[in-house]
């Protein structure tokens, strides 16, 4: 029989691994997405490509615009 000792410091250390473990992956699949998206996208995009991109409506991005002064170029 195969016994071993539970302490607190057993138990954190184990725990703290896992988090760190799934933290560590977490990071991997950001970074092959980032990886594998940032070569889409030109330096200069429409304002809709920016939304997408960003995730969020294009709605959103124009009020970002405006609400934060966020400078934009406009390319004819």
């Not at 016994?3 to 950001?30: A, F, M, N, P, R």
């Not at 991005?61 to 934060?68: C, G």
């Amino acid at each position: 029989m195969l016994t071993e000792d539970i302490t607190i410091d057993s138990v954190i250390t184990k725990t703290v691994q896992q988090v760190l473990e799934g933290e560590i992956e977490k990071l991997k699949e950001d970074i092959y997405f980032l990886l594998n998206t940032s070569n889409k996208y030109s330096e200069y995009m429409k304002l809709k490509d920016a939304s997408k991109y960003l995730d969020i409506s294009l709605n959103t991005l124009k009020r970002y615009i405006s609400e934060y002064d966020l400078a934009i170029t406009k390319i004819d």
